[in-house]
T-cell receptor, first 113, second 112 residues
């Protein structure tokens, strides 16, 4: 597959445990945030999003938390499975920046059996 | 529904050669984007389009040109490839400016 992020921060998680991936965003004017998952050799895949008027949103086994005070975003994955092994990116969208997405550098999650 | 497709999947060029990467989407999306992804640097926006016949520069546009002659296609051109353009290129599309961006599988380009 593609060699993505040779020097990415890595989170090693035991199968069945919960994972927490953190992201600090840069623009206090950002009003929309997205988490993407990227498996080796594939394009990023949408996981969950959240708008700035919310502080928590839940999906299937995933929860995104937004703390605008400290400009921090987190993704929680419940009962992590081997299929969750991937690189996870947060992205922010800012209306004042033309509504373009700015991506973070990514975190690699390795699930140990 | 194929979603977003990209051709080719892999390409090797010599410095100075030109090529065009093709992105196609069948979701009737207005917005389309070209990103490059380099190790440890996440995705960076090269160019984007907010509709047929329109294009705009992103974060790293130098050395690239784009065209959006048809709503479903977004072409990325390299007129004179350089080794610094060795990267993985991803195309994406979205229905609206703040809509979910759907990504293609990527094109791995190596410039020797």
């Amino acid at each position: 597959g593609e060699s993505v992020g040779l020097h990415l921060p890595t989170l090693s998680v035991q199968e069945g445990d919960n994972s927490i991936i953190n992201c600090a965003y840069s623009n206090s004017a950002s009003d929309y945030f997205i988490w993407y998952k990227q498996e080796s050799g594939k394009g990023p895949q949408f996981i969950i999003d959240i708008r700035s008027n919310m502080d928590k949103r839940q999906g299937q086994r995933v929860t995104v938390l937004l703390n605008k005070t400290v400009k921090h975003l987190s993704l929680q994955i419940a009962a992590t499975q081997p299929g969750d092994s991937a690189v996870y990116f947060c992205a922010e969208n800012t209306a004042t920046a033309g509504n373009k997405l700015t991506f973070g550098g990514g975190t690699r999650v390795l699930v140990k059996p | 529904n194929a979603g977003v497709t990209q051709t080719p999947k892999f390409r090797v060029l010599k410095t100075g050669q030109s090529m065009t990467l093709l992105c196609a989407q069948d979701m009737n999306h207005e917005y389309m984007y070209w990103y490059r992804q380099d190790p440890g640097m996440g995705l960076r926006l090269i160019h984007y389009s907010v509709g047929e016949g329109t294009t705009a520069k992103g974060e790293v546009p130098d050395g690239y040109n784009v065209s959006r002659l048809k709503k479903q296609n977004f072409l990325l051109g390299l007129e004179s490839a350089a080794p610094s353009q060795t990267s993985v290129y991803f195309c994406a599309s979205s229905a609206t400016a703040k809509g979910t961006q759907y990504f293609g599988p990527g094109t791995r380009l190596t410039v020797l």
